[in-house]
């Protein structure tokens, strides 16, 4: 696994490899989502034809989205993880942005500086979730 945490005057990055879809809601779970830049997946439900979705036809398939739970939500319905794929999903909170990746990476920015606590928070959560699963961590 790999973990960078980087803060220069004006930015703080939080990257994280491999990390898994699941987790976003241990990390993002309560947060309000102020905006949605990108979400793009894709279902294979045996015996039926895949499905491609994006952003823009996504309330139509999961509905609502105010939080992280309302996508974990219409996902946790599939069994095997290898029934759907998040693509791409980029989502701004108050303070801070989420860039998800099917590469089983993701990133966390914020052009303020004053986040650095709750960054830190991020920081100390993600270490511990990965050393209960006894994962190496490269920091």
């Known amino acids: 696994m790999r973990l960078n945490f980087t803060v220069d005057e004006k930015n703080i990055n939080l990257s994280f ?3 898994s879809f699941p987790l976003l ?5 309560n947060f309000e989502i102020q905006s949605i830049k990108r979400l793009y997946f894709g279902v294979f439900d045996e015996g039926k034809e895949d499905l491609y979705i994006d952003i823009d036809n996504c309330k139509n398939i999961i509905g609502e ?9 219409y ?3 599939y069994e ?12 701004d909170f108050e ?6 990746d099917d590469d089983s990476f993701i990133s966390i920015k914020s052009q303020d500086v004053s986040q650095f606590d ?4 991020f920081y100390l959560k993600l270490f511990n979730l990965y ?3 006894n994962h190496k961590l490269d920091v």
Not at 95 to 100: A, E, K, Q, V
């Open 75 to 77: 996902f946790s319905k």
């Open 17 to 19: 490899i491999p990390f």
């Open 118 to 121: 709750l960054f830190h928070k």
């Open 25 to 29: 809601e241990n990390l993002f779970g």
């Open 95 to 100: 303070g801070f942005t989420i860039l998800y």
């Open 131 to 133: 050393q209960k699963e």
């Open 65 to 73: 989205i105010t939080t992280i739970k309302d996508i974990l939500n």
């Open 80 to 91: 095997d993880d290898e029934c759907y794929s998040i693509y791409k999903l980029e989502i």
